[in-house]
């Protein structure tokens, strides 16, 4: 058709063919190109983490935003690294015992390497003590002063009861202790009275008796008031004794320590603490010294069996544990900042946990079973995360947000509250926290994040890279190069240049761009995978364009099976396609469907039927709730267009259904609201559409086509199709014009093209494609605003005519 062949794509404009000689020149294989160093076509993410590791402030946490497949998980790694390299290594952290409190365990930090020092320094001073405070207690010495104690207590006692005796033998009473009990009893002869004899005496003798034996008793009850405090009294001294003889075998341990930690002010507090502690239980070091004296001569000497008991735990070591470090987090023999990759962040891996030991009908738990987790391992240094992960995990991405915002790790166990069995608690002193937060995720994960509040608060650096670069000849390079890495690390077979031009071509089909490249290098490095196994398996040094095509190809077969279920339905009948013939309001329109990571065109019959009335455009699937919002805008637009263009001078006065026929899944977009355009104007001109040929594209109120997504799928599914139901020459897509630097279609259709089998054609207006669809002009204006006879306008703006007249008579 002469109107159309203006329109018409040429063959050159339908794929941009990789110059061997132009784009190419550089090398003759991968391997004569260097490994890539960093990452390609990221400036903006590259230039974004750079700033984002060097600000050291609250808040600048990173949140890394792109599809999978553009290596941001890698680059993360690599950009990470390196600046944790230049960093510092933190501090270790132990927990130790709370003596004053022992539910709140205290945090210290010593100097990286310290930690574990320390932690062995606190189980010596045990083992040393063990040994040495028995020893102590056994010397001349402590017992010289403790008989000494308890003689002078004794013999003060002793002299005033004997004076007590004394007195009583001078008035002629007896002091004696019969039964456990002191006694003072009156004597006659040196006798004590009978009880006939003393009632028999005189009532003034009797009385005389009994008021010096009261006198006497008195005496007694205060001599044994005093005895009770002076007994007391030598308790108590003996106590200090004790503590005295305690502290003075500790201290040469003691000194030593607070020598070696003076620099730590938590540390001497601590060591302070633990030797009050020892003074008050030194029973504990003399009872089990005595304890393993029987069993050191069966199992072997003293020391051996307290390092045993020291290093399981059990047995006579476990009272010991008060005394114990936990090494909670050591940084002994690292270099730089520490790096994280949490794989697996549920709560406990993310901000551990206190473990528990059974106990009869209850558990019970201390210091040393607190277990760190990732945010302590990480802190000093970088934690990555994957927002997926962290978002439906329970209760981690709360708890990680009152983590970053009080910059406090605090170890907490979830569901304590819901326990049937009763638990031992602990409170564990918070360890300030400075680390930065990496967040790895697509797009979709942070636009749900910022709805959140305080995202942006915390995570106020954002990397967002991009699925495609220009095809520069600096990024062919890297592409090329990033090729070349990859064949060297995997120990793949390098690809030549015919098969690099072909890597190329699939990059730019991968971005939907003839000048631009896809940076999805997961599915680009996946067709290098298998075009080397192909080369390997035909015994090829080199992978070629052959192998690169094999593997595109079996790509694309593997991920098929919809579609070939799709193009059977339509051979069959089932889905009803016409490639042929012409037909009034009915054209062929396309959409694209996704599946995952594959997606293919599909050619959808759109009909529309035009009456009088006055509903305007009345789309089927809008009314029954079966379209989205935009392709219900696509529709209204449509509505636009035709008052501008025949309701200048009268109503429109129309009612028009159209629909997407044999659709039942529902539809979105507006990428076919041109078609529905092209069947309207159709069905009020009563001119038939050639079934030959299918249309994409949107349209503005003005008639001006717009550019549409996945144009070469679409024209490669409707070109299948039309070779299944056999190609007549006259078949072809029209698509926007916008669109043709978007073409990257495959070695087939270009082949059919270049025959003059199948056609291509781009338009800019509705005018230009309904020329092509009916050919027939669309006809425009003239100077009395008349469209030109046996135009398609004029047969639409006569129908319009006609039912507004007969609307006029009703």
């Avoid at 010289?144 to 005033?160: T, V």
């Avoid at 075998?249 to 009050?276: C, G, I, N, Q, T």
């Avoid at 199992?299 to 008991?309: A, F, I, K």
């Avoid at 009563?686 to 008639?703: E, F, H, K």
């Amino acid at each position: 058709m002469e109107q159309a062949e203006r329109f018409r794509i040429p063959v050159a404009k339908l794929r941009r063919v990789c110059d061997l000689d132009t784009e190419l020149d550089f090398c003759t294989s991968s391997e004569d190109v260097p490994g890539l160093e960093g990452v390609i076509g990221q400036d903006r993410a590259v230039r974004s983490m750079q700033f984002g590791l060097a600000m050291d402030a609250p808040g600048y946490n990173i949140f890394v935003s792109g599809l999978p497949g553009t290596g941001k998980t890698t680059y993360v790694n690599a950009s990470v690294t390196e600046a944790a390299a230049g960093g510092t290594v933190p501090d270790d952290w132990c927990y130790v015992n709370n003596f004053a409190d022992t539910e709140s365990p205290v945090a210290i930090s010593l100097p990286a390497g310290q930690g574990r020092q320390f932690q062995k320094d606190m189980d010596e001073l045990v083992r040393e003590l063990r040994a040495a405070m028995p020893k102590a207690f056994e010397s001349n010495d402590y017992e010289q002063q403790k008989k000494a104690l308890e003689s002078s207590f004794q013999n003060h006692m002793q002299e005033r009861l004997s004076a007590l005796q004394k007195q009583a033998s001078e008035v002629h009473f007896l002091f004696r202790q019969a039964s456990g009990k002191l006694m003072i009893m009156p004597l006659k002869d040196e006798k004590p009275y009978s009880n006939q004899e003393f009632a028999e005496l005189p009532e003034e003798q009797r009385h005389a008796l009994e008021e010096t034996g009261h006198q006497l008793e008195g005496v007694l009850e205060e001599i044994l008031r005093e005895g009770k405090s002076l007994e007391k009294q030598t308790a108590e001294k003996i106590v200090d004794l004790e503590k005295q003889i305690a502290r003075t075998a500790a201290a040469p341990s003691f000194d030593r320590l607070r020598e070696k930690y003076a620099d730590h002010a938590k540390v001497l507090a601590y060591l302070d603490d633990v030797r009050k502690d020892i003074e008050e239980n030194r029973e504990l070091f003399l009872e089990s010294e005595s304890q393993e004296d029987g069993e050191a001569t069966e199992s072997g000497s003293e020391e051996e069996l307290v390092d045993l008991s020291l290093i399981t735990g059990n047995g006579d070591g476990e009272e010991f544990t008060r005394y114990k470090v936990n090494l909670f987090i050591s940084h002994e023999g690292t270099s730089g900042a520490p790096i994280v990759l949490e794989t697996n962040p549920n709560y406990y891996n993310l901000f551990g946990k206190v473990e528990y030991k059974n106990q009869l009908m209850s558990v019970s738990t201390d210091f040393t079973m607190v277990k760190p987790g990732a945010i302590h391992r990480a802190n000093g240094g970088y934690l990555i995360l994957q927002a997926r992960d962290a978002l439906i995990e329970p209760l981690v991405w709360e708890q990680l947000k009152r983590t970053l915002k009080y910059r406090q790790a605090v170890i907490e166990n979830i569901g304590e509250q819901y326990r049937n069995i009763p638990t031992a608690t602990l409170r564990m002193e918070p360890i300030p926290l400075r680390l930065k937060v990496i967040l790895i995720g697509s797009p979709l994960f942070y636009l749900v994040l910022t709805s959140d509040e305080d995202f942006a608060k915390l995570f106020k650096v954002k990397v967002d890279f991009d699925v495609e670069m220009a095809r520069s000849r600096e990024n062919l390079c890297k592409y090329v190069s990033f090729v070349s890495s990859l064949c060297r690390r995997e120990k793949l077979h390098h690809l030549d240049r015919t098969a690099l031009a072909q890597i190329i071509e699939y990059g730019s089909r991968l971005a939907g761009d003839q000048t631009k490249l896809s940076t999805r290098f997961n599915e680009v490095g996946e067709i290098i995978y298998e075009a080397s196994a192909l080369a390997v398996a035909a015994g090829s040094e080199l992978v070629s364009a052959a192998h690169v095509d094999e593997a595109i190809r079996q790509r694309h077969f593997r991920r098929s099976r919809v579609e070939d279920k799709v193009q059977e339905m339509i051979l069959t009948g089932k889905l009803l396609i016409d490639t042929a013939g012409e037909r009034v309001g009915q054209v062929n329109g396309l959409s694209v469907v996704e599946l995952g990571n594959f997606a293919f065109g599909q050619p959808t019959r759109i009909t529309a039927v035009t009456f009088m009335g006055k509903d305007g455009v009345i789309a089927i699937e809008r009314e029954t709730e079966m379209s989205g919002s935009i392709h219900s805008k696509g529709v209204l637009t449509l509505s636009g267009y035709l008052g501008m263009k025949f309701a200048q001078d009268k109503p429109l006065s129309l009612t028009a259904q159209i629909t997407f026929e044999q659709n039942y899944g529902g539809i979105e977009g507006d990428s076919a609201s041109s078609a529905e355009l092209y069947a309207i104007l159709s069905s009020l001109a009563d001119a038939p559409v050639r079934q030959s040929l299918a249309v994409t594209g949107s349209v503005n109120q003005y008639g001006e086509i717009q550019p549409i997504g996945g144009v070469t799928e679409k024209i490669e599914g409707f070109y299948d199709i039309c070779v299944a139901k056999g190609l007549t020459g006259d078949q072809g897509v029209i698509i926007p014009h916008s669109n043709i630097d978007n073409l990257m279609l495959k070695d087939e259709v270009l082949d059919a093209v270049r025959a003059g089998r199948f056609h291509l054609y781009a338009v800019q207006t509705i005018e230009d494609g309904i020329e092509i669809l009916t050919g027939l002009p669309a006809g425009q204006k003239d100077t009395t605003g008349a469209y030109p006879e046996g135009s398609i306008y004029t047969r639409v703006n006569q129908k319009l005519q006609t039912f507004h007249q007969a609307q006029q008579k009703d």
